[in-house]
């Protein structure tokens, strides 16, 4: 078990700057989610962790070590890839043990250390399975024993669920949660999708252009982003954002957009005229009758059973709401948007940071 500190850390390519003077620290046993649109450097960085790319500038730490000169096989840490690479010719087995072998380990230790995580893993009964005699679960599962027997201070994983289907998908992401719930080793885990990053994080690293753009709780960065970059890749489907100016109106802040006046928080920090981004998100809008709210038209009803997700038009902006149970709105009706004026996300049109 060990901490990861990132401090001042650069990456180049030649003149092209990758990474950019980024810093954080990820605590013992912590689950840390880097994630971002692709290319952002969310890889890049992991693969510094690891060892598998030079540090430009900075320093990486593990346990409180610098490893920027440190090979790959000397720092401690255990990587599962997207690709999960086993040897054919070996069985589920004796590609677990693979890497102890390497390294000479007694042969009874590397019995016991593949027999504990095939137990953790549920793969006891594959052991003498060929990788192609498995499902793709099961063989990202011996990925994961392969890291498991190693024992290492830290977990890597890089985008490690995207070849498998959407339903095998979220049946792995409560597994590697719960695996990590029961070893608690520290874990820094890439991936492109903010919906694997909330559901897996104890923190989340959100990333953009190789630098950060903001770091939380799953929680914390949905019902506070700081910039609008945050507030549009967090949370599905994504929140609504419109542009407007902040209006005084009868002793209240209003922002004015697509032709209408939409309620804004009552401690909002803004000037008379101020364009502002306004953001709702698609369960913070309340469908009402076309005398309530801010009236929209409907153009898409999309029923799912336990939730209702409708697009509406007002003015030429469509938003997205995302309604509990069932409504009886029909295409081309006149609907109202009744918005709670606490859940509203405002945000500076100049720079897209967060308005007190
Ligand atoms: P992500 O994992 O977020 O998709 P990467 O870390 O893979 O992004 O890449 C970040 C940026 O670095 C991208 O713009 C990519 O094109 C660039 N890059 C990655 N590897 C190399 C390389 N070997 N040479 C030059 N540019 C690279």
């Given at each position: 078990m060990a901490s990861v500190s990132f401090s001042n850390v650069q990456k180049s390519y030649g003149k092209t700057q990758i990474i950019e003077r980024l810093g954080f620290e990820i605590a013992d046993g912590e689950f840390v989610v880097l994630v971002g649109p692709s290319g952002c450097g969310k890889s890049t960085l992991l693969r510094m962790l690891a060892g598998l790319e030079d540090i430009t500038g900075g320093e990486i730490r593990i346990?409180?070590?610098?490893?920027?000169?440190?090979?790959?096989?000397?720092?401690?840490?255990?990587?599962?890839?997207?690709?999960?690479?086993?040897?054919?010719?070996?069985?589920?087995?004796?590609?677990?043990?693979?890497?102890?072998?390497?390294?000479?380990?007694?042969?009874?230790?590397?019995?016991?250390?593949?027999?504990?995580?095939?137990?953790?893993?549920?793969?006891?009964?594959?052991?003498?399975?060929?990788?192609?005699?498995?499902?793709?679960?099961?063989?990202?599962?011996?990925?994961?024993?392969?890291?498991?027997?190693?024992?290492?201070?830290?977990?890597?994983?890089?985008?490690?669920?995207?070849?498998?289907?959407?339903?095998?998908?979220?049946?792995?992401?409560?597994?590697?949660?719960?695996?990590?719930?029961?070893?608690?080793?520290?874990?820094?885990?890439v991936t492109h999708d903010q919906i694997e990053a909330m559901t897996m994080a104890d923190r989340i690293v959100v990333m953009h252009d190789g630098a950060v753009e903001q770091i939380g709780t799953p929680l914390e960065l949905y019902d506070r982003p700081d910039n609008l970059f945050v507030a549009q890749f967090i949370g599905s489907p994504a929140m609504n954002v419109l542009e407007g100016v902040a209006r005084?109106?009868?002793?209240?802040?209003?922002?004015?957009?697509?032709?209408?006046?939409?309620?804004?928080?009552?401690?909002?920090?803004?000037?008379?005229?101020?364009?502002?981004?306004?953001?709702?998100?698609?369960?913070?809008?309340?469908?009402?009758?076309?005398?309530?709210?801010?009236?929209?038209?409907?153009?898409?009803?999309?029923?799912?059973?336990?939730?209702?997700?409708?697009?509406?038009?007002?003015?030429?902006?469509?938003?997205?709401?995302?309604?509990?149970?069932?409504?009886?709105?029909?295409p081309d009706q006149t609907v109202g948007l009744v918005i709670d004026s606490e859940c509203v996300h405002l945000f500076d049109r100049q720079r897209g940071k967060r308005m007190a």
């Open positions: 346990d409180g070590r610098v490893v920027n000169e440190l090979e790959s096989k000397d720092r401690d840490i255990a990587m599962v890839f997207q690709s999960y690479a086993l040897y054919p010719h070996m069985t589920v087995g004796e590609n677990m043990g693979f890497s102890l072998r390497l390294r000479n380990a007694e042969k009874s230790v590397t019995e016991q250390r593949v027999a504990d995580a095939a137990k953790i893993l549920n793969l006891d009964q594959l052991l003498g399975r060929y990788p192609r005699e498995l499902s793709g679960g099961q063989r990202q599962r011996v990925a994961m024993g392969r890291a498991i027997v190693r024992d290492p201070k830290v977990f890597l994983f890089d985008e490690p669920l995207s070849n498998l289907d959407a339903k095998l998908r979220v049946a792995m992401r409560a597994e590697i949660k719960a695996l990590h719930q029961r070893l608690k080793t520290t874990t820094v885990y005084r109106v009868e002793g209240r802040w209003r922002v004015e957009a697509q032709g209408a006046l939409w309620p804004a928080p009552a401690g909002t920090a803004a000037t008379e005229g101020q364009p502002v981004h306004y953001g709702v998100r698609p369960g913070d809008i309340t469908l009402a009758d076309a005398a309530r709210g801010v009236p929209a038209r409907v153009i898409v009803v999309e029923p799912t059973g336990a939730e209702t997700e409708l697009l509406v038009e007002v003015g030429q902006a469509k938003l997205t709401l995302a309604v509990h149970g069932r409504v009886d709105a029909k």
